[in-house]
């Protein structure tokens, strides 16, 4: 059983700052990348970003770019998300998740492995 568990979140004004943590748990697995989704209420799951392992390669929704850094976290499994200039329009809770195949960043459906979930509110 493989567990991705997140950290980090809370409640920030705009214009603030939060870094998201996710790591893996449980069972040995290689991932070829990791990414994090979120879902704000009311609204679909969407993609925000995704890192590849094997060529560093990384992918970021169009309203986050250049706010948001995605990152490998020094643990095999485990990547970091840094958020800046955060915007109401950014809450949500936010999924951190892992993916084994070269699949395609943008799908969630490609994704193997799913943590549960961190919230993260951005008042005006």
């Known amino acids: 059983q493989v567990q991705l568990v997140e950290s980090g979140g809370g409640l920030v004004q705009a214009g603030g700052s939060l870094s998201l943590s996710c790591a893996a748990s449980g069972r040995t697995f290689s991932s070829y990348a990791m990414g994090w989704f979120r879902q704000a209420p009311g609204k679909e799951r969407e993609f925000v970003t995704a890192?590849?392992?094997?060529?560093?390669?990384?992918y970021y929704l169009g309203s986050v770019q250049g706010r948001f850094t995605i990152s490998r976290a020094n643990a095999k499994n485990a990547v970091n998300l840094q958020m800046n200039s955060l915007k109401p329009e950014d809450t949500a809770v936010y999924y951190c998740?892992?993916?084994?195949?070269?699949?395609?960043?943008?799908?969630?459906?490609?994704?193997?492995?799913w943590g549960q979930g961190t919230q993260v509110t951005v008042s005006s």
């Open positions: 890192i590849n392992w094997s060529d560093g390669n990384t």
């Open positions: 998740a892992a993916r084994s195949g070269r699949g395609n960043p943008w799908i969630a459906n490609e994704y193997d492995y």
